[in-house]
């Protein structure tokens, strides 16, 4: 099967239309903290056992930046920093209740909105669509190891 010449500009207006539904969803009900804030407690609670150094190769940023963005979620109550157990000098990242409640009911917000999207679409289209974001998805995870290792390698030269 052919590629139609405009799919790559499609799946990138796509995309910014999503983003555009999700950050419309965020900012509707007033969430507290910034996008990257948003990015830095997902990311926390997506991978147990962060530090600041960790939190901040995933950023793609330096550790200091990483800090400064975790004594903010620290300072309105969304972070904790507690001693690892098995190594006192390491410092975890660990989301607080009230940070995993605001990532919960921001989710669900976010559902809510793209079902409405999702509503004015036919349930084939629906289908075809949730058929072609798996693929997608799986593509995407294939050529995501070496570029990942190809960045670790920059940022450490």
């Known amino acids: 099967m052919e590629r139609p010449p405009n799919l790559a500009a499609a799946v990138a207006a796509a995309a910014e239309a999503l ?10 009900h007033a969430v507290p903290v910034s996008p990257t804030q948003l990015r830095v407690l997902l990311l926390i609670v997506s991978h147990p056992n962060t530090n600041v150094n960790r ?18 979620l620290e300072a309105v109550g ?3 920093r507690v001693a ?13 209740a009230a940070a995993e409640t605001l990532l919960r009911e921001l989710t669900e917000r976010r559902h809510q909105a793209v079902q ?4 004015r679409m036919p349930n084939r289209v629906q289908h075809e669509l949730l058929l072609a974001l798996v693929a997608f998805g ?15 390698a920059v940022r450490t030269a």
């Open 116 to 119: 409405v999207v999702l509503d």
């Open 19 to 28: 983003i555009g539904v999700l950050d419309s969803a965020a900012s509707r």
């Open 55 to 72: 939190l901040a190769e995933l950023l793609d940023v330096v550790p200091s930046s990483a800090s400064r963005l975790c004594d903010r």
């Open 84 to 96: 690892d157990p098995r190594d006192r000098r390491e410092v975890r990242l660990l989301a607080t």
């Open 78 to 80: 969304l972070l904790r």
């Open 138 to 152: 799986q593509a995407a995870a294939l050529g995501a190891a070496p570029a990942d290792a190809d960045s670790a």
